[in-house]
């Protein structure tokens, strides 16, 4: 059974930065693609960056350039490095992975067959 399971999340200040971490486990195959959601309050879930097992990444506009993902395959964990944090990235965090998701189909705007259960990034203006 897949788990992802999620932490880092917390309250910083406007600017500041927080690096989130997906821990994942239960499967022997190869993940193919991973990615970072998040759903603020009163709105829908969206997709922020996604990776797939090569290494490429995929942004949303609204994070390019100041969030990067990452993997550490050896420790089957997934990472989302975010800086210069506005209050409007203020959602709950989501680690999500799909091992059918190859190539063009591995983007942060395809919803995936897993998913953590969140944690919640709080900016304070």
């Known amino acids: 059974q897949v788990q992802l399971v999620e932490s880092g999340g917390g309250s910083v200040q406007s600017g500041g930065s927080l690096r989130l971490s997906c821990a994942a486990s239960g499967y022997s195959y190869s993940m193919n693609c991973m990615g970072w959601f998040r759903q603020a309050p009163g709105k829908q879930r969206e997709g922020v960056a996604s990776?797939?097992?090569?290494?490429?990444?995929t942004y949303a506009d609204y994070v390019k350039g100041r969030f990067t993902i990452s993997q550490d395959n050896s420790k089957n964990t997934l990472y989302l490095q975010m800086n210069s944090l506005k209050p409007e990235d203020t959602a709950m965090y989501y680690c999500a992975a799909d091992p059918s998701r190859v190539g063009a189909r591995c983007r942060y705007y395809y919803a995936m067959e897993y998913w953590g259960k969140g944690t919640l990034v709080t900016i304070l203006s």
């Open positions: 990776v797939d097992r090569d290494g490429t990444t």
